[in-house]
Structures are given as C-alpha cells and as structure tokens.
C-alpha cells in the first residue's frame, strides 16, 4: 500500500508556481533603452533596473560602491584604479572582466553614441579622460588631465546612466545599439511601444550585501516580473490602482493624495525631493536688472505659505539653491527671504516702479509650478507690482527657458545629487550659456574651485558663501523641493522612496 502510494505521488505533475507581477505606471513610454542617451527621467528610471556603474549614489548622495570593490586615488588625484567585483555576470551569462569596463568607457566617450555626460569630459568639462587601462582582468585605471571632485558623482549619474558597464553584444557588428546586456538585478523583457515595458528578474544577479542605499547596496529582486504600463492619464492609473489592476503609482500628483489617503486599500509614500521650484527672472530685461525690483518681489512673498497650500503639507519652504535634504545644506542656507511688505514697497520706490507689467511664463504639465505661480501673482499685487502670467505648454516653455527669452518664469529644475550641480544649473555666463539665471563671475569662480576640491570643509565653505551671494543676487526665489510621492496597494511590501525621484523596485514585493 505505501509503495502503490508512493508510485502515485512520482507520476503526479508538478503544480506551477504563480509568475509574480509588481504593475506599475509610467505617465509616457520611455525613449529608448540606452543609458544616458537617447532618454528621459522615465528612461533612466526604467533602465536603472537593468544596468550598473562602477559606482553609485547612496540615499545620502555620498558615493558607494557598485560593480567596483573598491577603489584608490594617486597621481595628485588624477588616477582612479578600480578593484572589480568577482563573480558578476550579464545576463547573457558572461562573466564581467575588465575589459568589459574599458569597452564601455570607450563607447560612452564615442561622440558617435551621443552620451549625455560626455562634455563633462570635453576640455571644457569637468576633466578630460586621458587614458583607460585594464593591468588585469580584476583591474580598471582611469586617468584624468586634471583633479576633480565631481570624476566619481558624474560616473553614478542616474541620467549619465550610471556609466553603466554593458556586454559588446548590446550593440550589433555596425555599432548600432540592440539592447542593453547589462548586469542588473532586472532584464530586459517585452517593450510593446505605447502600452508597457517589462523587466523579467535575472536568476544569475550578483548581489552586493550592503543595505539598499539609493541606487548602491543589495538590488535583490523579489518579484518575477516589473510591467511599466505606460498611462497619460492621472485620472485612469488611479482607477487603476483602486481597482487592483495596479500595485504603484509612482510620481503621485498631489491633487490625488488626499482622496487616496483615506482609501483603505491605499499605503502612501511621502519623501523629501531635490528638485528646485521657484521664479527665475530674466537679470539683463530692462526693467527686471534692477536687483531693487527683484529683491522687493522676494521680500513680498510668504514662501512657507505657498509650500503649504501648493503641496499640502509635504513639503516645506527652501529658499536655498541647495535641496534640504542634502548633506552641505547647513545652517547658513537656512537664511532666505523673511517677508517684509514695508521694505518690499520701500524698495519699489527706490527703483521708480511705476507699475510697469512683469510678464511671468508658467505651464499647466507641472500643477505645482502653475499654482506656485498664481500665489506670487497674488502676493506680489499686495505690494503693487503687476504680475502677468502667461500659460505655455512645456516644450515652448522649455525652449523659451533655454534661450534666456523671457522676463519672469515659474520653473522646477530636476533633482541633482551633488551641490555643485545643484549650483551649476543655475550659474554660469549668460552670453555663451543664456539659460544660465546667475551670470556672476566670482561666483563662477567658487564653483569652480567646488568641483577642483574634495575636502569637505572648502566645499562647504564655498558652497555657504554662493549660498550668501545668490540670496543677494535674487536671480532666483526658491519656494520649495517638492516631494516624491507614491501610491500604493496595501500588498506591496519593501518600497522607499528617496531623495532622487525615481522608483526602485528591487527589494520589493507583493504579497
């Protein structure tokens, strides 16, 4: 009888285990699949779930290890040599060597592949790549003309992606790319154009045994498969998600949050953001390079009250070019704009402001921006100056933004992890670089010297001293960082936000 039993359990078929699905929504197909060019924020957040760097950033945007070990610094700062990890495979099933890095260095630094990041190594970036060598196949060296502090940062860039280190077959005989091979905890599955992105778990993923940290530490893949559904529409991924046909929805507007708040079906997520919202002003208009005119419309406003009302408490008022949330924000920066009516209209007087409109472009993409905007209207009309807004769609916004023509403009700026990016987008000669706002030479020069040094102590000394000059200036109000909001069903399990507003979906799963 036993036996009879055994021989029947032998030849009964194997139950299938459940593919596992995390469904998430991305609010417009990605570009392509090759990091760092041909992209957008979508692209790189996809992508990052397919391919590493040597290095990464942490959640407190310091840089950690990745596909390196580890790494020593000679040569006066100007030779990088990076111990490899061993063990870690494509997922074609290759093992990664040294080559394998200097072959994707090259390709990065081909002007043929059009890589975001390769003017940062144009003689008038921030270094220039003098050589890339392999002494053995655990071993990269990289040698620069020149010191600089930003050599690492700019390798773990999320929109540089990640100088991701991929296999010579993602690419075809012609050079053309085909698809990323890379080494992440994620491969590439079905793209349908349009409608959704898979990546599929790679069995063979390495993984590091720190804690997640931002984009560096373990990248454990919990479920089988992440679909990137692809839906425009607020309105329909969050029928979506209280329907169960989604588990995320990452990037959140916020005025979706209070409805789902009170959903119980619903976890929210709420992180501090780096990116920067506020007003640029355009300092060589006419009537605008009067800094009398635009210290009085800073001093007009109540910047804690419009963080409150235009992101509903999760966010709070920075008037810093440096995000909160990073680590070189200190006490200086915390010193803004106090509002001050009578000396706001004192000035105005001063200047001879008769009124004259300011016309202040705004676009409705960003509701936030658009609302920041009405507000400063608003509170600028209390003190008499005359605030027009003019509504454009983005891409006209953009481009008007990236010529310099315009007067006033309510403008978000996209999260940068280093401080000296931070103040890099925003200053530089308008002459040869007019969507720069802060066209001050000594200021120039402290960033400069920002990115020449490593030593924590001078950065931060000259990081609070812009700090000090960009307050004076006014070439800029800073309202706020914003958060990164996130929408969730109550089965999913793992998932963080962080300071970069992008997704992660290692290390998360759905019960």
Known sequence: MVGLTLACLAVMPTQAVAETVLRTRLNADIRSTDPGTNRDANTDGVVAHLVEGLVAFREDTSIGPMLAENWAVSNEGKTYTFRLRQ??????????????????????????????????????????????????????????????????????????????????????????????????????????RGQYIDVVRFDGYASRSEPRSGYAGAKAAEVDRVRFNVIPDSSAAKAGLLSGSLDVISALGVPDLEDLKSRSEVQISVTPALGLTGILFQTKDPLLKDVRIRRAIALCLDTAEIAGVVMQGTARANNSALPIGSPFYSEVQTHGYTQNIAEAKKLLVEAGYRGQPVKMIANKRYGFVFDSAVLVQAMAQGIGINIEIEVLDWATQLDRYNRGDYQAMAFVYSARLDPSLSFEMLTGPKATQPRKIWDNPEAQEMLRQSMMTDDAAKRQALFDEMHRRFIKDVPMIVLFNGAELAALRKNVRGYAGWLYPEPRFWGVSVQ
């Open 87 to 192: 063990g870690v495979k494509f997922h074609n099933g290759a093992t990664m060597t040294a080559e394998d890095v200097v072959w994707s260095f090259k390709r990065w630094l081909d002007p043929a592949t059009q890589w975001r990041c390769l003017s940062e190594f144009s003689p008038s970036g921030i270094a220039r790549i003098e050589k890339i060598e392999a002494p053995d196949a655990q071993t990269v060296a990289v040698t620069l003309d020149q010191p600089t502090a930003l050599f690492l940062p700019t390798l773990a860039r999320p929109d540089c992606g990640q100088t991701a280190v991929i296999h010579r077959d993602s690419v075809g005989a012609d050079g053309k790319w085909i698809a990323p091979i890379g080494t992440g905890p994620f491969k590439l599955g079905e793209w349908k």
